[in-house]
């Protein structure tokens, strides 16, 4: 039986029988007015983070998630989307699509707001989505990517780059790995279905993404998310895992490259109101400045007493230099 097959059959008996410990989110569950998440749903959140941002959800977007859950993210999708058909949701087992089905019945008790027809449900592949080209403004998947072997990724990437309007947003949550892990651990087909033995190095991640053509790349979130422990795991050493929040921009790529922010910060405190770089980036005096990882080593460049650039944070919320 393939990796894919087995990821199927462990998301089939997720949907049929609700496994809370299967997946545990590191992100607190949003809280809007006037929305109320079904204990249901919430129990069916098998993602290892968020995917949710409301800075990227403005006029009514029309947005796709991939690997539909219990349905929660496409509910807090459809809070900012209250339109028909204004969600897409994608997911290969059948199972998993009838539960979002049969919750958002309940999710219509309890918000007054809410139509199941705000959410269109489809039956379809991560490697070939059923969604027009650049038709899409927001595009999401929560601790899915990771269960894919390379090839398969970057296929399931394409794809997504491949349905987003050009500035649109690809919005992602998966485990990651700065240590490698042996052979039986890649190779152990149920341990990546359960979102461990296929994380990858966040600088593989990312380039991965740039790869594909996103010309931003905004490191949002990362922190701490599993251990896997010689006790309990074919290791030889105890293995740190972490979540990371990602959104890949599809902007067009830069002549010198991707910009990429990890949550660095640029502070001029020199004797004049503010410092020119000459390429574009004017910093106030004593005013910190989001830049990214491209505009951070320049300024590191030109040797100034009089510029601060602070350490990576793994936190990026806008306004930055780009």
Not at 59 to 75: R, S
Not at 185 to 212: F, H, M, Q, W
Not at 227 to 250: G, N, Q, R, W
Not at 288 to 300: G, I, Q, W
């Amino acid at each position: 039986m393939s990796y894919l097959e087995v990821t199927k059959d462990v998301y089939k008996e997720a949907a049929l029988t609700p496994d809370v410990g299967l997946c545990c989110t590191t992100t607190p569950i949003w809280q809007f007015p006037g929305l109320s998440i079904p204990t249901i749903m919430q129990e069916m959140n098998y993602g290892c983070g968020s995917t949710v941002h409301p800075r990227d959800l403005v006029n009514n977007p029309k947005i796709l998630y991939v690997g539909v859950g219990g349905g929660m993210e496409l509910l807090q999708f459809s809070y900012f989307s209250r339109q028909k058909e204004g969600v897409i949701g994608i997911d290969v087992v059948e199972e998993m699509l009838e539960a979002s089905r049969k919750n958002f019945v309940i999710a219509e008790k309890e918000n007054d707001w809410f139509q199941s027809d705000f959410v269109q449900l489809k039956k379809g592949d991560a490697l070939a989505l059923p969604v027009k080209d650049e038709s899409i403004d927001v595009a999401a998947q929560n601790c899915l990517f990771n269960i894919f072997k390379l090839d398969e990724l970057k296929k399931a990437l394409m794809e997504m780059y491949r349905v987003l309007k050009p500035h649109g947003r690809l919005v992602m949550s998966d485990p990651i790995c700065e240590q490698p892990m042996n052979e039986t651990l890649r190779e152990d087909e149920r341990l990546r279905a359960l979102c461990l033995s296929g994380s990858i190095p966040l600088n593989d991640y990312i380039k991965l993404l740039t790869d594909v053509g996103f010309g931003t790349i905004e490191i949002r979130a990362k922190r701490p998310y599993r251990i896997l422990d010689p006790k309990h795991y074919p290791s030889d050493e105890t293995i740190f895992i972490e979540s990371v929040e990602v959104c890949a921009i599809k902007d067009p790529m830069p002549a010198d490259g991707p910009c990429v922010f990890t949550g660095k910060a640029a502070i001029y405190y020199g004797s004049e109101d503010f410092y020119d770089d000459e390429n574009g980036h004017v910093l106030l005096k004593n005013q910190p400045l989001a830049v990214c990882d491209k505009t951070a080593n320049a300024l590191k460049k030109n040797n100034r007493n009089d510029l601060f650039i602070s350490e990576s944070t793994f936190h990026y919320d806008g306004g930055g230099c780009c």
